[in-house]
């Protein structure tokens, strides 16, 4: 008995036209059962948040609605059930949102929505919510529900809640439900599983990865599952674009929801088939007493200037704009000024563009006038007084707001965990029935070291993989390789300490390696990088999306056996 869980979103913004694939693209031997949609980012909530300070009745994804608008008859039609985080800070509105839309498609269908995240906002919290699990989609799915709808649940519960309502698993089925959270965590990002973003996409002909297909996941009843996607489409399925997903946006080997605390350090993967891989031998263990609680606030105002240097003297210009602002800004400087000096340029280019290097000056304040005129009037009463070939890449605006992403944790007894069914019955939610603190696991024994031997200083990325994302103001580096050899190299290289001396921006940061032998991985969790979290901007790269990537550009001795 498998059931066959399709995604078809892995951000508010995804392919527009992914619900339709999803739904039509199976065939008559490989339709899905369920479909999912994962529109919930930590960005995502403060825009929601901001949505609904405008609108009561908005927080939302309204991409969603106009999704089922083309596609909910579709579904219906094949009998695909809908699950989906897409209710934001608004689940029931949502859900009221479908009844309507269903009843003008002329359209029976079933609609329930999953609510109780959402918590008291204090400390001028534009919204507060609690990361739920699966079992109430479950119960949803259960009561009859066509399509569920739900706030802030874990990502995977959008897979853990249908594969407990069709297995029929209990709450202490703890490897099962492990299965579910790993299959869901490597659905959840769309096709970043089917070689989306994926490192070594030069091996393989660049057609493959033009417009890759979202994937799905046939979960079994002892928890395993294989990863593949429909056949005609676009991208890859393989160990790799699986390893990378399942540490992307991880840690340790103890990766807690509210479901499960699923051991990511058994994970086993197996090319099974072109674009098949399987994934068992799970463990499970039971959940955390408490619930994750993500805070979305307004941090302040921000504003930006770029300055554009060209040809010669790069230094000294800076050195004379910065100056000259500073000199501005002395009498009502804003709380933080950030300069970023990116050297673009090339000596001796043949375009205009090439020959510049850009200067970047980011200021943040609680006031928006402290970001707004002062920025702006500082910055182009220059245009005609500062170093030669002044401009800016834009004129700078009055200033916007900035969010701060926090998380707190609660007691689970504490959140009032609701399935709301199709027929309007409220049914609470039950905490699991035994839970167990999260401590760290032991680093596993590491493998014989390859004996000395020459080697050739080359980019690492010439052997190792890596993802990279963010979790609020951290962010993690995962690393694997695909051999043996590979990781008796890697596990003894890249440590903490040369981490820092690969990336020098995480020397005076806390960073922790976790050690995952079956995936031949290394996971990096660096705290702090990204100051406040994504809302706040407070990198170039907010999201550590290109942190890997830059890891794998830094050359270092590898040995000339493994080239």
Not at 140 to 151: E, F, K, Q, S
Not at 446 to 451: A, K, R, S, T, V
Request: charged share 25%.
């Amino acid at each position: 008995m498998v059931l066959r869980i399709g995604n078809a979103s892995g951000f508010y913004g995804d392919r527009f036209d992914a619900v339709r694939e999803m739904l039509t693209g199976g065939g008559p031997d490989g339709a899905i059962d369920v479909l999912t949609g994962d529109y919930l980012a930590e960005l995502t909530m403060l825009i929601l948040g901001r949505d609904q300070l405008k609108d009561p009745s908005a927080g939302y994804a309204k991409t969603f609605l106009r999704q089922m608008e083309e596609s909910l008859g579709l579904a219906h039609e094949r009998g695909v059930r809908i699950v989906s985080n897409a209710g934001g800070l608004n689940p029931a509105g949502l859900a009221d949102a479908l009844r309507a839309l269903a009843s003008k498609l002329g359209l029976q269908v079933r609609i329930a929505h999953v609510e109780g995240d959402r918590l008291p906002a204090a400390d001028g919290a534009l919204a507060a919510n609690a990361y739920l699990g699966g079992a109430g989609i479950a119960a949803c799915l259960a009561a009859g529900a066509d399509v569920v709808v739900t706030g802030r649940v874990t990502d995977a519960a959008l897979v853990t809640g249908p594969a407990q309502w069709h297995f029929g698993w209990g709450p202490e089925e703890y490897d099962k439900l492990a299965g579910a959270v790993v299959a869901g965590h490597v659905l959840e990002c769309g096709t970043q599983a089917t070689g989306g973003n994926y490192a070594f996409f030069r091996e393989h002909d660049p057609a493959v990865f033009r417009r890759p297909g979202f994937p799905l996941a046939e979960l079994h009843e002892d928890g395993s599952a294989v990863i593949t996607k429909h056949p005609g489409t676009g991208g890859l399925v393989d160990v790799g674009t699986v390893t990378a997903q399942l540490l992307y946006e991880t840690a340790g080997a103890r990766y807690p929801g509210p479901d499960v605390t699923a051991r990511l350090d058994s994970v086993r993967l197996t090319q099974e088939g072109p674009d098949r891989v399987r994934i068992d031998g799970v463990r499970g263990e039971a959940p955390p007493p408490t619930l994750k609680v993500g805070l979305s606030r307004l941090g302040g105002f921000r504003n930006e200037v770029v300055f554009v240097l060209t040809g010669l003297d790069i230094e000294e210009k800076v050195g004379l704009v910065r100056a000259q602002i500073e000199d501005a800004l002395a009498n009502g400087r804003p709380r933080e000024v950030r300069w970023e000096l990116a050297r673009t340029d090339r000596p001796d280019a043949d375009t205009e563009e090439t020959a510049s290097a850009l200067l970047r000056l980011v200021v943040r304040d609680p006031a928006p006038e402290a970001v707004g005129r002062a920025l702006t009037g500082a910055a182009i009463e220059l245009a005609l007084a500062s170093y030669p070939g002044f401009h800016v890449t834009a004129p700078p605006g009055k200033g916007a707001p900035y969010g701060v992403f926090d998380t707190e944790y609660v007691p689970a007894a504490d959140v009032p965990h609701t399935a709301v069914l199709p027929d309007g019955a409220r049914v609470p939610v039950p905490v699991p029935p035994r839970t167990r603190e999260l401590e760290p696991v032991p680093e596993p024994a590491l493998p014989e070291p390859l004996p000395p031997g020459p080697t050739r200083r080359v980019p690492l990325g010439r052997l190792v993989g890596a993802r990279s994302g963010d979790k609020g103001g951290d962010a993690n580096i995962g690393v694997w390789v695909r051999t043996e050899e590979e990781w008796r190299w890697l596990a003894h290289t890249l440590t903490v300490a040369r981490l820092a001396e690969l990336l020098p921006e995480t020397a005076d940061l806390n960073v922790t390696r976790h050690v995952l032998p079956h995936l031949r991985a290394l996971n990096f969790t660096v705290a702090g990088i990204l100051g406040e979290g994504v809302a706040s901007q407070a990198r170039f790269d907010p999201q550590a999306k290109a942190l890997g990537e830059w890891l794998r550009s830094r050359e270092t001795d590898i040995p000339e056996g493994l080239l």
